[in-house]
């Protein structure tokens, strides 16, 4: 079966850096999205990655590795705007999304 | 980025009512639009698939005759939820792409309406 694991809910503190960790194992890959989505509100896009390395986008980082099935997401200089879910999702071989169930991220001052 | 809309973003109504909910592209053609359904602290679960100019892919477990989708353009999906009941009571999102499948490099991205918070009394 295709599966995504990514902590239920993480913890941090306002200007500190977190980690977000996202394991997948799906029938075949065709990249991977990370969204925000606050609570009550629609997600939105963060970062997209096909191939393997780090992709820097202001505060925000993604992480790929496709030989190990694992992404991470980094936020840097948190903020407590930054407080939402983030969701882990894999575009699997017939081009559909493969949703992670989210890690809420509370950012405490 | 592109902007998808979704309207009415509320509905309340009584049981046994019919509520059609909107989703458009705006600045892009969307060959493939997707329904996804949202309860409260729960992950996204996608409902359905719709392909414009053809019948709606749906989940399993979903309810085709009740969850009826049309999308008749390349800009505009429907939603209809027929014989609305309380469980029905729901976050609603409509997410579009304009690429199928997408061409080596090219970055295809989900883009999201806003989503439609129906509750049904």
């Known amino acids: 079966g295709q599966n995504i694991d990514q902590p239920t809910e993480m913890t941090a503190t306002e200007g500190a850096i977190v980690q977000i960790n996202c394991t997948y194992q799906t029938s075949g890959f065709n990249g991977l999205f990370w969204y925000q989505q606050h609570a009550g509100e629609a997600p939105t896009f963060l970062s997209y990655n096909v191939l393997d390395g780090l992709e820097e986008k202001g505060r925000f980082s993604s992480f790929l590795s496709r030989s190990k099935g694992y992404s991470y997401l980094l936020l840097k200089e948190l903020q407590m705007k930054d407080s939402a879910s983030y969701l882990c999702a894999v575009v699997d071989s017939n081009y559909q999304l493969i949703w992670g169930a989210g890690t809420k991220l509370i950012i405490k001052p | 980025g592109a902007v998808v809309s979704q309207h009415p973003s509320w509905v309340i109504c009584k049981s046994g009512t019919s509520v059609k909910i909107e989703c458009r592209s705006l600045d892009f053609q969307a060959t493939t639009m997707f329904w996804y359904r949202q309860f409260p602290k729960q992950s996204l679960m996608l409902m359905a698939t719709s392909n414009e100019g053809s019948k709606a892919t749906y989940e399993q477990g979903v309810e085709k005759d009740k969850f009826l989708i049309n999308h008749a353009s390349l800009t505009l999906s429907t939603l209809t939820v027929t014989s609305a009941h309380p469980e029905d009571s729901s976050f609603y999102i409509c997410?579009?792409?304009?690429?199928?499948?997408?061409?080596?490099?090219?970055?295809?991205?989900?883009?999201f309406g806003p989503g439609t918070r129906l509750l049904v009394l």
């Open positions: 997410s579009a792409r304009d690429q199928v499948p997408p061409r080596e490099g090219y970055q295809e991205t989900q883009y």
